[in-house]
């Protein structure tokens, strides 16, 4: 009997991308997959069923993806979290820490309405800087996130720790040695 195939068994690694010494751990496997990705799909929105979510807030560019999928099962509404200059309207910018250097998201100012309930979303949580910016966007306009859901965590970058010491419920599906 052949053991049944978890989410992580979707992800492939890169090995050396985008330079040496990364293993890129990519979903574009995950996603290409009908099984894989309505697995992924279905276990990130497990643990809020029945729980009020408003919105799902998704972090640029695979968090477009898995957001979208998610608010629709959730039969709720949508929001992007852009790099900035992307958003047509006005927004709001938040700055954050990159590996090497900073980079500024945004978020429309009319997206989320005070005391809104939002469940963020993303596929990788790293050191949690982009999430980080993304939940003090959701903050400032008053939003109320119950739980940032992730498909990988990589422990070694401390991401979750840090999103944790913000207050945040952090639900990954599978993590990663290395980086």
């Known amino acids: 009997m052949s053991k049944s195939k978890t989410v992580k068994d979707y992800i492939r690694t890169i090995v050396d991308f985008p330079h040496e010494g990364i293993m890129f751990r990519d979903v574009t496997t995950l996603f290409a997959d009908p099984r ?3 697995m992924a799909v279905d276990q990130m929105l497990h643990p809020y069923a ?3 979510i408003d919105k799902v807030v998704g972090l640029e560019a695979r968090g477009f993806i898995l957001g979208g999928a998610i608010a629709h099962q959730l039969g709720t509404g ?5 790099k900035k200059g992307k958003l047509p309207g006005a927004t709001i ?9 900073e980079a500024i998201v945004e978020l429309h100012k009319d997206a989320i309405q005070p005391g809104e309930k939002i469940l963020l979303v993303d596929d990788l949580l790293a050191t949690g800087g982009t999430a980080g910016a993304g939940i003090k966007l959701i903050e400032k306009l008053g939003g109320e996130i119950i ?3 992730f498909i990988i965590d990589l422990p070694e970058l401390g991401g979750r720790k840090h999103l944790e010491d913000l207050g945040m419920d952090v ?3 599978c993590e990663f040695d290395g980086l």
Request: net charge positive; charged share 25%.
């Open 171 to 173: 639900h990954v599906l």
């Open 78 to 82: 949508f929001v992007p979290v852009r």
């Open 36 to 38: 894989g990705f309505r």
């Open 93 to 101: 910018s938040q700055e954050y820490k990159l590996e090497y250097g």
């Open 50 to 52: 029945g729980q009020r």
């Open 147 to 149: 739980s940032c859901a």
